[in-house]
């Protein structure tokens, strides 16, 4: 049907957002999502993309100006990473309060002091808690594909969404991917229908002050407060768990390509030990598995996709037979241990898997993560939970302190 | 909008939102502590019987005073910032303390 083309996760990302008819672009360059928007700029200059690109002195613009460009109806689509991220922070918070379909590509990248421009995910990881959707991808095919699904499952709940995948690692490594036909496209994301329209004729206050009770507008209508508000959010967020999954296996049927929803499973189904992780470092240990079974490890890896929503109950049916569970992940929440691992830990309490798990904090800064590392790692956890160290505190990696 | 949410079946308050009303925001006199009182024997429009003056009119951040023959202020929604009594060149208003 497609043929497949060689290319970087930043190229497959402007060709996704290209495919998807953004109508509105608003980027500020930095280390390493800058290609991303600079094919996309391309796109418009030479007519390509019929869209407004609009040039902008920040990050926390550059999200202002798709906030206000959803806000009236538009398609919108941006990228960052890491300190552009988190320059961008207060709007973060406000596209989601808004309820507003964006899609933005977080190219994962180390955040400082010191400075890095190099891959870790601390930078999308500490933006858990603002309301966005935030899918991880592991490979470059799957940023494509994955941006698609996300202007979809976006505009069904009216939520922003945040494709993350790793810098370098496949912002900036070329590899095939399988573009998928525009017309199909078209057929399976249909136009966006916005919640609120700009009418001078009508004019509303959007977005005004909320009181903390429930009180009735000027016409005697009684409205939500601010709590309300955020109850409404937090359901769209459970909504987007079924979305999500339902617009993967529309997308598998139509394209021939399935993701995995919230999750993706390898080599699971008759494992005992379960690899869980996010991102590239999960398809690094795809290797690291094939190289255990050889060696008669019944191991599988369990992929963490959507980070939020968090697949709870995706992630106790995938692991209801672990012996035992180790964690790699590019993040660490201080004080604490890897987000993933706490996050995971936390789904399972209340369930029957009480099992021993490690967790490994791997790949800060860029370091690098091969799959014998990760083999070397999971032989050293599998010993030491056969002596009976179960729950030790997060490793780290590779670090050589 | 109601039609689009009607075709989405969705809730109309997705986001929060408001028409602009008098009283949107409540019944912001209830905030007063303070109230502004006109003396119509010192008002410079009153004593004249013609559009003068009506410096308190120009300077209300809320636009609750009425410019006329005598000037009215719309209780339920003056906040007793004072500004019109700290501007009024004749001294005709005064702040006083609300009963309540």
Not at chain 1, 294 to 313: A, D, M
Not at chain 1, 366 to 374: C, M, T, Y
């Amino acid at each position: 049907m497609s043929e497949a083309v060689i290319m970087t996760g930043n190229s497959a990302a402007a060709l996704a957002a290209k495919l998807c008819r953004v109508q509105v672009i608003a980027a500020y360059p930095i280390t390493p999502q800058t290609s991303v928007t600079e094919t996309l700029s391309n796109y418009v200059e030479s007519g390509e993309l019929k869209a407004e690109y609009v040039r902008v002195e920040s990050e926390h613009s550059a999200l202002t100006v798709c906030i206000s460009a959803a806000t009236v109806g538009a398609r919108v689509f941006t990228s960052t990473s890491s300190h552009g991220l988190l320059y961008m922070h207060e709007q973060v918070h406000w596209a989601a309060g808004a309820r507003l379909p964006i899609v933005m590509c977080c190219v994962n990248r180390g955040v400082g002091a010191p400075w890095t421009i190099f891959n870790d995910q601390q930078d999308s990881i500490s933006q858990r808690d603002t309301g966005w959707i935030q899918l991880y991808c592991r490979d470059n095919q799957e940023i494509i594909d994955t941006i698609i699904h996300a202007y979809k499952i976006a505009q069904q709940v009216y939520l922003p969404v945040m494709v993350c995948y790793d810098g370098f690692v496949l912002s900036h490594t070329m590899m095939p991917v399988v573009v998928p036909p525009a017309e199909l496209v078209d057929e399976f994301l249909p136009p966006y229908v916005p919640h609120t329209f700009l009418d001078s004729d009508n004019p509303y206050n959007i977005n005004p002050v909320l009181f903390p009770w429930r009180r009735p507008d000027a016409q005697g209508v009684l409205r939500d407060g601010y709590m309300e508000m955020r109850y409404k959010l937090n359901a769209a967020m459970d909504e987007a768990r079924g979305v999500i999954q339902v617009t993967n296996g529309e997308f598998a049927q139509r394209f021939g390509r399935d993701h995995g929803g919230l999750i993706w499973e390898y080599e699971s189904a008759a494992a005992e030990i379960f690899v869980v992780a996010i991102g590239s470092i999960a398809n690094e240990a795809t290797i690291a598995i094939d190289t255990l079974r050889r060696e008669g490890v019944k191991i599988g890896l369990v992929g963490v996709r959507s980070f939020r929503p968090f697949p709870k109950q995706e992630l106790r049916a995938a692991l209801a037979k672990a012996k035992s569970i180790v964690v790699f992940e590019k993040a660490i929440s201080y004080g604490h241990e890897g987000a993933l691992a706490c996050e995971l830990k936390a789904a399972l309490y209340g369930s029957n898997i009480r099992v021993p798990l490690h967790s490994y904090v791997a790949g800060l800064g860029g370091r690098d993560v091969n799959a014998s590392e990760l083999a070397a790692a999971l032989r050293d956890s599998l010993e030491q939970i056969a002596a009976g160290i179960c729950e030790p505190p997060s490793y780290w990696l590779n670090c050589r302190v | 909008m109601e039609e689009t949410n009607k075709l989405l079946d969705r809730d109309e308050n997705i986001c929060a939102m408001s028409k602009p009303a008098p009283g949107e925001a409540g019944r912001t006199g209830d905030w007063r502590d303070l109230k502004p009182v006109i003396d119509d024997r010192k008002c410079v429009p009153v004593i004249r019987n013609k559009p003068s003056c009506f410096l308190c009119w120009l300077y209300c951040p809320e636009g609750v005073v009425s410019a006329g023959f005598p000037i009215k202020i719309d209780y339920d929604y003056c906040k007793g910032c004072g500004i019109c009594a700290e501007e009024c060149p004749a001294k005709a208003i005064s702040m006083v303390e609300e009963d309540k």
